[in-house]
């Protein structure tokens, strides 16, 4: 061998390592390359007692909603408690959830079981019992108990956990409630008929369940709430209180306040105190969740709050009380779509507790429940007792109502019939007037379309299931916005019509033209989209206010009014004709109901006003204050349709193709529920596919999968709601699964099938 190779060779022999770079593998020269850190090898021992941890991730795909099994390390064992938000890795990265138990062993295989990274939270943010409420949340609305978590335990802040939270004293609370309870219950029983029965239920363990029909009054339900919370915290037990918007929440705190309630506040010593909490998405992260760990704590025994209160983590025995139950601000806007009313009743029959529906004007569902559940036990509705005011409570409260239609107006030979504001209803208002503040409420500022009878201008409905009919296109049969049946030979309910038309509703500009009725008398406007915006009081002294519903201001009191309007007017009584929604006349009931509880009552001069047509049942329960009248009717109508309350329902949206697949797989579409059993005939499971329009807000790579859009209403038995429940939850699972693509959504108790 020559020298040259020689020489090469034991050039070759030093080369031993290769150091690695970006692009390319260069060789390094003994003692120059770079040294290499080695990982530590650290052994991991699971813990001696239950070492497995069944952990509730934050992933909302249906198919990945059970929970998944992760060892506990020995070192983590006493901090890893059920409850507790902890940190594992899932699929190549890593994700939070919940420890929702432990044990000693798993199903899966040893080799595939990995170990808890990180114990997040320093205690445990969701307890035992709020873990079964939340897996029985999901089960009734075909959803995952990832799902609830979402929107039930608030995102936890860090500073927050490093504060201390107390039980609080028990018994000096018990017993500052029960003085305050007592005053209070005078004025409760004065007013309902069946106020014993709520009072022994609240002081007593045991489930039960009211509806109860809410005296007039702007004040009146705050006082009602404010003693059942005061008796409930006498008997031990938590409040819940859920009302629809933040302004009932502020109203019903100044109301607690009064009764002796403190607000839960930062105090003087540097931490919290205080007797009642608020719950509610739209306070900031820390408020939230600093709110949430005192109700945890059981620090704060009472919650006030928006739908988000419905999931307080309130222990033991507790009252929930909601108001105006039918309220669509109940409606929760992410899978599984749970409703707070089903809610707060199926987490009181959970707890032991007490449930209460409390509206001015009943839900179908409360009248249904009243009447016809007595052998059906759902969770979520179920049978209940009627609350409701005595005759002489509601003659001293409710002001006389006069509704001035056409006939009413021909029959008082008044020349203005058919104007907006009727010469009859400008000499009562002016006559208010002299005395104070008179309210005029008009329907809203937006502007909708609907199809009516062009003979009597009453709503066209579908003569198969009720449900309103819409323009399809020029020239085209119009359709039902339910069932999708086309309009063919049609003919009006009432007056036997076969014309339709056009109607374009709408109140903008209320103000102008109401300015020429009364030139000299100065206006308040309060409306949500007004320069002004919601206005909150106003004096009393003669003004005219004109408002929205939902926007009334309150008189101050202390005036010659006591607090009240001299005289309340609805304006465009007529646009309730053409409300599309299901609830449509139960929801006009109730807004007016509302409006009209802002007036005097008779024995104050106080007087109502309905101007325009309406339908003759909402001006009846109006003007007898009895919403009887309308939920009894209402709940007939559904029967004889075959639609909710009378049976379970569940509404099926997205694209077309997936929702047939959907239908399919659940069996109400050629399988085994596709037929049901109804007044002695089969009728279909199945209203629709009817088409439906492309969400408001939609991101542009999702137009696509939501292109050719349906919904179809699935109807069952009550008996079968809670099998339908699980089918929908494994036939979402397995459409994502899937991955074939495409809008799917469901949600059960639907409060409209549009």
Known sequence: MCTRCARGGRATERVRSYSMTTDAQQPAFEGLEPRRRRRRQTERAAASHLPVAHVVLDIQAAHLGQPFDYLIDEKQSEAAQPGCLVRVPFGGQRVSGVIWSR????????????????????????????????????????????????????TRVAAVDRESFAPADGAELRERCAQSAARAYKAFARGYEQARLVDEALATDGFASFVIDGLPGEGRWREDFAWMALRALASGKSAVLVVPTMREVWALMRTLNAVGLRAWAPDESGGSSGDVAVLSASLSPAERYRAYRAVLAGQ???????????????????????????????????????????????????????????????????????????????????????????????????PPVRWLNRDELMRLADASVGARVPHTAVRVLSKALDQGPVLLSIPGDGVSESLSCAQCLALARCMRCTGPLERVGVGQTPRCRWCGAAAVHWHCARCGGERLRVIRVGAAGTARELRGLFREMPMVLSSPHQAEGVIEQVADAPVIVIATPGAEPRVRPGGASGGRYRAVAILDAWTS????????????????????????????????LLLGETDPLIAQALMTWDPRVLAGRELREREETALPPALSAACVWGRNDAVTWMLREIGVRGGDWSTLQWQ???????????????????????????????????????SRRAELAKRVRVALARHVASRAGGELRCRLDPKDLL
């Open 577 to 608: 004709l053409y409300s599309q929604r299901m609830d449509a006349r139960v929801d006009v009931l109730r807004t007016w109901m509302h409006t009209m509880s802002y007036c005097n009552a008779r024995v104050d001069g106080g007087v109502g």
């Open 680 to 718: 002695g005939q089969r009728i279909d499971s199945v209203l629709g596919p009817v088409p439906i329009p492309q969400a408001r807000t939609v991101d542009a790579r999702e137009i696509e999968e939501m292109g050719d859009r349906v919904k179809a209403v699935v109807r069952v038995p009550h």
């Open 300 to 398: 704060v025994r009472c919650v006030v709050g928006l739908r988000a209160a419905m999931y307080a983590p309130i222990d033991g025995p507790a009252l929930f009380a909601v108001l105006d139950d039918a309220a669509y601000q109940y409606a929760d806007g992410l899978a599984p779509y749970a409703n707070a009313r089903g809610v707060c009743r199926l987490r009181a029959g959970l707890h032991d507790g007490v449930f209460v529906a409390y509206a001015q004007a009943r839900s179908v569902l409360s009248q249904w429940e009243c009447e016809r559940a007595e052998s059906v036990g759902l969770g979520v509705c179920g049978p209940s007792a009627a609350v409701h005011g005595y005759r002489d409570a509601l003659a001293a409260s409710t």
């Open 103 to 154: 044990s000693e062993t798993s199903e899966t295989d040893a080799s595939a079981l990995r170990f808890i990274e990180r114990v997040l939270s320093p205690h445990p943010i969701v307890s035992a019992s709020m873990r079964g409420d939340i897996t029985a949340i999901a089960d009734a609305y075909g959803g995952t108990r990832a799902n609830i978590v979402r929107v039930a335990v608030p």
